[in-house]
Structure formats: structure tokens, C-alpha cells
């Protein structure tokens, strides 16, 4: 079946430094792929999407490319500040179902000033 | 614009009881999805709904969880009876299915604790 497979955190990184969060993924067909953020407290929200391969999406200054040939979807930032703190989640959907949306298992990241 | 709208956000009770947590989608959503989050197994999806019709309950742990949405605007997850293993936050996340890909908009959760 269909999955998602993430880097295992907790990730802790200096205010500045480069982020790259692993994603890859299992499925038939061509589906969507999505960096979901959770901040403490909080719901998931949408923070980039791809909806085809070669795709880069990107927003808040994270960026992922969708790379098909590896099934790839690394989430990157150049630069974190510490309000970036939260867990980011991998996802996928495929095309042929209703909205339903795999989620990874979470990855944790603690930027420290 | 008002989000998804989850209550309680907190709910703390004994084993045994019942419990009911409710969610309202965003006005014009035609998905909704119930999930539930620990450390243990991470994010889970309970069950969705499209149009008000259950389409996938198969994350439904047991007899004892049950879920409805008896019209667009509202929907309850119940568990009856609660165990303390069932400790976890509840979340209920909504979107517009049919019309490429749209985000699922989550609530803030539910918190619940069995003792």
C-alpha cells in the first residue's frame, strides 16, 4: 500500500543553519505531494505542495522538489529561525481517491538561538 | 474566516464513561476527516466522510468508536466506553474534495485523557 517515509528526528539545529528533512514515498501512479507543519498546540496546516514530478513547491522560504526518478520529496530551508520549530510531516495523495491524504510519521525540529 | 471548530479542546474523564468530541467544518467543505495523534503511532485516520457519507471507517480502532455527521455543518466522534489506552488528541480536519487538489484544514484538537 501507499506510504511515507521520513527522516527520524528530533532534529536540533543553530538559528542560520541549513535544513534538509527527508521524505520519501511508495505508490502507484503519480500522486500529490505535500509538507504538512504542526506548531505546539496547534492543527496541521499546509506548508508547500507538488502536484507532478519536477514540481518544486515552496513557501516561507522551505522548499521541496518532486523527484520521481528516487520518489523523493525533501523539504529544505536555507536559512531557520526559531519560530520554525514544530513538526513537519511528509504526505501523498493519489489521484484516484476521494481527499485522502498518507501522512509520514512526523519529524521534529528544534532551532535554538 | 472561522477554521475548523473542535470541542472541547480539553476533556478529562473516567475509564468507562462516555465521550463525545465535535467538530464543525469550514462552511462550504464537503470532506471531513477524523484523526488521531500519540507519540506512540503517530497521526491515524479514524475516518472520513464525503457528502455526509462515511467513505473509509476501516482506521476505526473498535466497536467502542463510532462517528457521525448528520449534516454538512457538524459531526461527533464517540467513544463508548472510553479506555485509558484511548488517552490521545483528537483531531478533525475539513476540505473541498472534487476540484484538484485542496488542503485539509485542521482544527486545534481535541485533548483527551482517560484516567
Known amino acids: 500500500g501507499d506510504s511515507v517515509t521520513q527522516m527520524e528526528g528530533p532534529v536540533t539545529l543553530s538559528e542560520e543553519a541549513f535544513l534538509t528533512i527527508n521524505c520519501t514515498y511508495t505508490?502507484?501512479?503519480?500522486?500529490?505531494l505535500f509538507w504538512y507543519v504542526q506548531y505546539p498546540g496547534e492543527g496541521l496546516q499546509l506548508l508547500l505542495k507538488a502536484t507532478k514530478a519536477d514540481d518544486k513547491g515552496s513557501n516561507k522560504g522551505f522548499e521541496a522538489t518532486y523527484r520521481k526518478e528516487t520518489t523523493s520529496f525533501h523539504l529544505e530551508k536555507g536559512s531557520v529561525q526559531v519560530s520554525d520549530s514544530a513538526v513537519y510531516f511528509c504526505a501523498l495523495k493519489r489521484e484516484t481517491s476521494y481527499d485522502k491524504v498518507i501522512f509520514g510519521p512526523g519529524t521534529s525540529l528544534s532551532v535554538i538561538p | 474566516d472561522a477554521g475548523v471548530i473542535q470541542s472541547p479542546r480539553h476533556e478529562v474523564t473516567e475509564m468507562g464513561q462516555e465521550v463525545t468530541l465535535r467538530c464543525k467544518p469550514i462552511?462550504?467543505?464537503?470532506?471531513l476527516f477524523w484523526y488521531r495523534q500519540t507519540m506512540m503511532r503517530g497521526l491515524e485516520l479514524l475516518i472520513y466522510?464525503?457528502?455526509?457519507?462515511?467513505?473509509?471507517d476501516s482506521g476505526m480502532p473498535e466497536d467502542r468508536f463510532s462517528a457521525k455527521m448528520p449534516n454538512a455543518s457538524f459531526s461527533t466522534l464517540k467513544i463508548q466506553p472510553s479506555e485509558p489506552r484511548d488517552s490521545a488528541v483528537y483531531f478533525c480536519?475539513?476540505?473541498?474534495?472534487?476540484?484538484?487538489?485542496?488542503?485539509?484544514?485542521f482544527g486545534d484538537g481535541t485533548r483527551l485523557s482517560i484516567l
Open positions: 480536519a475539513s476540505s473541498l474534495a472534487g476540484q484538484g487538489y485542496q488542503p485539509q484544514h
Open positions: 466522510f464525503n457528502n455526509n457519507v462515511p467513505i473509509d
Open positions: 462552511s462550504g467543505h464537503n470532506s
Open positions: 505508490a502507484t501512479g503519480y500522486p500529490s
